[in-house]
Every structure is written in C-alpha cells, then in structure tokens.
C-alpha cells in the first residue's frame, strides 16, 4: 500500500515543473510549512474537543491529517483550469505537502513511543534532516541516473516503461530501508528531477504512469474502504463530520491566509486556495498503516 502511494506520487511529480513556480513559489513554501503548523494545531485541538481520544493520539491524527492529495487535486485542476499562479501553487502544494506529511506524522509517532517529549526533540530533528538528505539524495541520483539510461538508449525501447517502474521502486525501497518513510519523498523528487531534466523527452513515461495511476488509485480506496468496519463509521459519523468542518471551514482558511499575507495573491485567489484542500489517498494510506 505505501508501495503504490509512492508510486502515485511518483506520477505527480513528473507534472511539476520549476518554470510554472516562478511565480508562487513563496505562498508554496509556507503552505508546506507554515500553513502545515496552523493545520497540524487547528486538527489536533478540535480532535482533543469533538473525540474521547487521548492528548498522544489527537496529536497525531492532526499529523495526519496536514496532507493534501495530488490524487484529488489534480484532476479538479484539470477540469477547472484556473489561471496562474493559482494552479501551479495549488499543484506543487499538494505534491510535496504528502512526504511532509508522512514525515510528520512518522516523526509524531516516534515522539510517541519514546514517551519523553522534552528528550525526543533531537531525535526529531535527526530524523527530519535524514529524511530530507535521504529522501532528495536518493531521489536527484535516480532521476538523473534513469535520464542517462534512456538518453544513451541503453535499454530497448519497449522496456523503457518498466525500466522507468523499476526505478522508482528500487529508490523508494532503499530510500525507506535507510530512513523509515523517505520513500515518498525520495519518490517525489525523482518525478521532478526526471520531469525537469533536459536530457531526454520523458513524455511517453508520462502516459504510462497516468495509466497506471487510474489502477493503483482504483484499487487502493477499495482496498482501504473494505479495511473500514461499517459499525466503527456509524460510531464517529456525528463527530467525524464536525471535525471535517471545522477541517474545512476554519483550519484551511487560517493556513491559507497565514501563509499568504503580504503576496500579491487577490482576494479571490486566496478564496479558492481557502476552497482547496482535498485528502487524498496519501491520508487514508497512512492513517491505515497507523
């Protein structure tokens, strides 16, 4: 499952490009960071009001639940077309908010299970800067190395497609092995380093993994929605849908508006980013593996 969440944003990532960034790039990073931070404390206090969870878990949920999804928004950006710079932040926000948020919430959950909050705060940032290493280290050498194989033609042209599969996997695998969930990010910037290289034309790649991310999309909300017991839905749907609200109405406003003072960004830009905040199957996934 966490195989082909890599693998999906794997695909997203290769439909981000550094030229469309030119002119959101600050609104992204603090969406990625800041507005992550306001998202993190909004979820977390109204999971500690509206659930009988303990002060740990609710922290965690709040982890969780800072992502976004590239699965959902992409496809409503398709379909919407807005114009720049608000597609393009909308795009890059919800790619790279992912690993951060798997990050995030691997990190919380180390904090956790070492039941000394004041002493892990080391341990935290060891862990972010492996992940970060790890994850962009990994991720640039296979993208770069992948773009000089298809580049001198070193594999036949039919098996470019698996080949292209085959790196993905390996460098999420070994990413992971090195430092627990640096997989998807490892995952992410290989799609942008292959999607922004100018080494080779990558557009057939492109057209396979949208291909295979139909399938793996399909077949992972099945298989997570059939891992949810009916009973336990019925249990949390009154809490749940006030905890989705407030997740809607007032955790992404204030993330948007936080991370947004003093851009150009009009009113009605910041209204549709506010509008904007899907979760997507990275959510499920790992609050699956939790």
């Not at 795009?91 to 959950?109: K, N, Q, T």
């Not at 006030?242 to 947004?260: E, K, N, Y």
Request: glycine fraction near 10%; charge should be positive; aromatic fraction near 6%.
């Amino acid at each position: 499952m966490s195989l082909a969440t890599g693998l999906l944003l794997f695909d997203s990532g290769m439909s981000l490009r550094l030229s469309a960034l030119s002119i959101g790039r600050q609104p992204v990073l603090r969406l990625v960071t800041l507005g992550v931070l306001v998202t993190w404390i909004v979820g977390s206090v109204t999971a500690s009001l509206v659930t009988d969870l303990s002060s740990d878990l609710v922290v965690l949920l709040g982890a969780i639940l800072v992502v976004s999804g590239p699965t959902v928004v992409i496809p409503i950006l398709r379909r919407l077309r807005p114009r720049p710079p608000t597609g393009p932040i909308l795009r890059w926000e919800g790619i790279v908010i992912d690993p951060v948020g798997a990050m995030l919430a691997v990190l919380v959950f180390e904090v956790i299970v070492l039941g000394d909050p004041q002493g892990a705060a080391g341990h935290v940032v060891e862990g972010l800067l492996r992940t970060l290493a790890v994850g962009g280290g990994f991720g640039i050498a296979a993208g770069l190395g992948l773009a000089v194989i298809l580049r001198y033609f070193w594999v036949p042209g039919n098996l470019e497609n698996a080949v292209s599969l085959m790196f993905v996997v390996g460098v999420y695998t070994v990413a992971h092995a090195v430092q627990p969930e640096s997989g998807l990010l490892a995952a992410v910037v290989m799609g942008v380093t292959l999607a922004n290289q100018r080494l080779v034309d990558v557009r057939h790649i492109v057209e396979f993994k949208e291909n295979l991310r139909v399938l793996l999309i399909s077949s992972l909300f099945i298989v997570l929605a059939a891992r949810l017991p009916l009973a336990g839905l019925t249990q949390v749907l009154s809490k749940g849908l006030l905890f989705v609200l407030v997740l809607v109405a007032v955790a992404r406003p204030l993330s948007v508006f936080a991370s947004t003072w003093k851009s150009n960004l009009s009113s009605a830009q910041r209204l549709f980013l506010c509008c904007m905040a899907p979760r997507g199957i990275v959510a499920a996934a790992i609050a699956s593996i939790f």
